[in-house]
């Protein structure tokens, strides 16, 4: 029974993969007739990658406005290169535009494989409708939006989110040198990946702290010790107990053993940084880190829209409201920060108020803009999505679910500006920690994705525009 099961998942991936292919090929073909020369930030990207494609590696041939590594120009030579030897195609056709870009959808059925993975390794397998929910999760996240729309251009998000699911995969199976050198791939697509990294490691290191904080608590019951009482009670127990923990030499090395090759994977990364003199290669003025703590609300306020199903229902605002007038004076305090975070710390940067092609700039234009107040109406959603997230979260250990907000407050508030794609990484990470949700929030997250994803291709493909000052064609994107 257990292997006809098995024998069936593979079936249902297997399609589920194929079709997801064939539909991506269609739109590629689409994307690849529309748009012929390189567009956004592909302008930067693709002739970059096409100087290493003639084997031109100086540093003199290196365009000053990428602010990223050259994993994504390197891996594509890795990869269209040995074409021209093997079917004997000319440079020209293995450099062009078209090969480049397919390489993002190459890795677009690496990342749904290992979405499929990580999705049979951190679920439990206890039923057979949990091989529904596993394939349906990993064609949803596979199609998620703002991802999928990425790889039919020549950005880093496709290569971005392959090498930092394959290194947190290894995490999860203990291999952790080979975590951690996917890890350095990724840093390689993008330097703020290095955050995931460093996620891999707080991965393991909750682990251990779970064992130990069990022990604990078993102990405790044991020797019938009284109860701490008071408002912060399981915070001062989780904090003595850290403590405890750290303080013990044995506890330390073993962690350090455990971790050391993302410690090293850090310390190449400070190198890099010193050697550097910063973490963005190039156009280092318009990207500058700062402290904008909203970027956090709108991660929440993101994370709210696309998971809805899961988020959102009339019993889950019930349960925030009954612990908002339970906790009223924690929920009115957490108020107050929001709002001063909100006024003190929310920043527009250039880009997003000067470029009118990103949904961003649209957001921001008529949602923030509009009306002052507005900025400060929101704080009540965010605070509700914020609950909603964590709470969504509460099958994992609170270290683990430390080491997650950990992460991606340090992803996400140092960046000025406002982009969705920034936030792909710590929603994917997000989703897949969830419980696997029933079929039908499944199958309604999913019909809202495939139409979303219609509108986006749409819009980008058939509803151009140009600016008053040039003959180019713009398009609407994330």
């Known amino acids: 029974m257990g292997a006809g099961m098995a024998q069936l998942e593979g079936y249902y991936f297997s399609a589920a993969l194929s079709c997801t292919f064939l539909v991506s090929c269609l739109l590629f073909s689409a994307f690849s007739r529309a748009l012929r020369e390189p567009y956004m930030d592909e302008i930067f990207h693709l002739p970059q990658a096409q100087r290493y494609c003639e084997g031109h590696f100086s540093l ?21 290169k040995p074409a021209s030897w093997i079917f004997g195609w000319s440079e020209h056709v293995v450099c062009s535009i078209g090969m480049l870009r397919f390489v993002n959808l190459l890795f677009s059925v690496g990342n749904f494989y290992l979405l499929y993975l990580l999705f049979r390794k951190v679920q439990p397998r206890h039923k057979a409708a949990s091989s529904v929910q596993r394939i349906l999760s990993t064609l949803t996240l596979a199609v998620f939006p703002t991802l999928y729309f990425f790889n039919f251009l020549y950005y880093t998000e496709a290569g971005s989110m392959f090498f930092t699911l394959f290194a947190y995969l290894m995490c999860l199976y203990g291999n952790h040198k080979t975590s951690a050198l996917l890890g350095f791939c990724g840093f390689m697509f993008r330097q703020t990946n290095i955050i995931w990294a460093v996620f891999c490691a707080g991965n393991v290191i909750a682990q251990k702290l779970t064992e130990a904080w069990k022990t604990e608590l078993q102990k405790k019951k044991e020797e019938r010790l009284p109860p701490i009482k008071g408002p912060f009670s399981e915070f001062r127990k989780i904090l003595q107990f850290l403590l405890a923990y750290s303080m013990s030499f044995k506890n330390l090395s073993m962690l350090f053993l455990l971790t050391w090759p993302y410690i090293l994977l850090m310390f190449l990364f400070c190198v890099f940084v010193v050697v550097n003199g910063g973490i963005v290669i190039g156009d280092r003025s318009s990207h500058e880190a700062c402290l904008h703590f909203p970027q956090l609300f709108y991660f929440f306020s993101f994370t709210l829209f696309f998971s809805f199903p899961h988020l959102l229902s009339p019993s889950k605002i019930r349960a925030f409201l009954c612990l908002v ?30 470029d ?24 009540p959603i965010y ?29 996400t508030v140092p960046q000025k500006l406002l982009e969705f794609r920034y936030f792909i990484l710590p929603y994917v990470i997000y989703r897949l920690n969830i419980p696997l949700p029933p079929i039908s929030r499944l199958v ?18 058939n509803k151009t525009f140009q600016w008053p000052n040039s003959q180019d064609i713009q398009r609407f994107m994330w």
């Open 444 to 461: 309604c997250e999913l019909g809202c994705y495939a139409i979303v994803n219609f509108l986006t291709f749409y819009i980008f493909l």
């Open 325 to 354: 007038w339970k906790r009223r004076i924690q929920f009115f305090v957490i108020t107050l920060v929001s709002l001063f975070l909100v006024w003190k710390f929310t920043y527009a940067h250039k880009y997003l108020l000067a």
């Open 60 to 80: 003199s041939q290196w365009d000053p406005m990428i602010t990223t590594l050259p994993g994504l120009y390197l891996l594509s030579v890795g990869v269209v």
């Open 383 to 411: 605070i509700f999505a914020g609950w909603s997230i964590a709470d969504s979260l509460k099958s994992k250990s609170i270290f683990w679910n430390l080491m997650f907000f950990i992460c991606l407050f340090t992803v």
């Open 356 to 379: 009118n092609r990103h949904y961003t700039f649209y957001v921001w234009k008529r949602v923030f803009q509009r009306y002052e107040v507005v900025k400060y109406l929101l704080v």
